[in-house]
């Protein structure tokens, strides 16, 4: 059998620098699905911080940051009917994210 063409690999097939562990790594987010500004929906923050389990996200209507992938432009939520006290995001067992309310919270 002579050998494959290097066309007749499958144009899905991804390449990626790095390791492969690098490559394999999923990274949790926050999509927006619904806003009063219907030109933010798509937007996502990354919640990378939760990779290591050091650290929580906040999130509240002043902050973090959503942003479009691959944008420069990032915004907060900005939302006058969500609270100014955040809700935590933590890092879970076994890679799940855990969301707390603060007592009297939201």
Not at 38 to 58: C, H, N
Not at 63 to 82: E, I, K
């Amino acid at each position: 059998m002579p050998p494959k063409n290097p066309t007749d690999f499958s144009t899905t097939a991804v390449r990626t620098q790095g390791t492969p562990s690098q490559a394999a790594q999923v990274v949790p987010a926050l999509t927006l699905i619904s806003h009063a500004q219907p030109q933010r929906i798509g937007e996502r923050l990354l919640l990378e911080g939760l990779l290591s389990g050091e650290r929580a996200v906040a999130l509240s209507r002043n902050a973090p940051d959503f942003h479009r992938a691959g944008g420069v432009l990032a915004l907060p939520l900005g939302d006058p009917f969500l609270s100014r006290t955040p809700v935590r995001f933590e890092a879970g067992t076994r890679g799940s994210v855990r969301l707390v309310v603060p007592e009297g919270g939201t």
